[in-house]
């Protein structure tokens, strides 16, 4: 089985920073990308930012120059820090890692349970 946990979620003022952390355990053979989902009341659900295992990162253009995601495949965390946050990034964010794991060796998207962030203005 593998686990994804989430942490650093949390009420934070408009302009303000949060850093959101994401940690993978279990019998786990190798992690491919990494990143975090957001959903945002009414809206879909969004690809914020993902990060790759030789570190190529990607970012919905909303967040650019604001966020930033990161890895540590030692420790198999993925972090997004969060600046100059606005109201309209108030959601629940998920991670997920792309792994490999288990005794059949499967390889397959795995998620965390969601970490509220909500913006005030």
């Known amino acids: 089985q593998v686990q994804l946990v989430e942490s650093g979620g949390g009420l934070v003022q408009a302009g303000g920073s949060l850093r959101l952390s994401c940690a993978a355990s279990g019998s786990i053979f190798n992690i491919y990308d990494m990143g975090w989902y957001r959903r945002a009341p009414g809206k879909q659900r969004e690809l914020v930012a993902r990060?790759?295992?030789?570190?190529?990162?990607n970012y919905v253009d909303s967040v650019k120059g604001r966020f930033s995601i990161s890895r540590d495949n030692a420790k198999r965390t993925v972090y997004l820090q969060m600046n100059n946050l606005k109201v309209e990034d108030t959601a629940v964010y998920y991670c997920?890692?792309?792994?490999?794991?288990?005794?059949?060796?499967?390889?397959?998207?795995?998620w965390g349970r969601g970490t509220l962030v909500n913006v005030s203005s």
């Open positions: 997920f890692g792309d792994i490999n794991w288990g005794s059949l060796m499967r390889r397959d998207i795995q």
């Open positions: 990060v790759s295992n030789d570190n190529i990162t």
